[in-house]
């Protein structure tokens, strides 16, 4: 029962850490769903994802795979090793586990998308990056 307590309060510590990282930035995830793989370790979790107008989500990585559709807007998408891309509102995009990466809006609407992230179960979803 406390081995149980403990997993509990530390998944709970990971989507706080997660979050706050996430709203620090102007960037806000809303955790929309989370279930364990087929592959041993490793979980989807299912985010839906918004980048205030004018904001930077900051530098960043996760511990797994990030697949990402776009609902609305339209973000310039850093991913370290690549060349800066433009993705807006039908298109998709993943980012490697482990890459950093960033996206900014310079416009007046918020950017919009939908993100999977096939991550490392018990690890933080997003950790800041230099």
Do not use: C, W
Not at 18 to 47: C, N, W
Not at 89 to 99: C, H, L, Q, T
């Amino acid at each position: 029962m406390r081995t149980h307590r403990l997993t509990l309060f530390a998944a709970a510590l990971t989507v706080a850490a997660g979050t706050l990282f996430a709203q620090a930035s102007g960037l806000t995830r809303t955790m929309l769903g989370k279930h364990d793989l087929s592959a041993p370790g490793y979980e989807a979790v299912i985010a839906r994802v918004e980048v205030a107008p004018g904001a930077k989500a900051g530098r960043h990585t996760h511990p797994g795979e990030e697949i990402s559709y776009i609902l609305e807007g339209e973000a310039l998408l850093l991913v370290d090793g690549q060349p800066p891309r433009t993705v807006k509102a039908g298109e998709s995009f993943v980012i490697p586990a482990g890459v950093v990466h960033d996206a900014h809006n310079a416009s007046a609407a918020p950017i919009k998308l939908v993100g999977v992230y096939v991550v490392e179960k018990g690890k933080p979803l997003a950790t800041p990056a230099p």
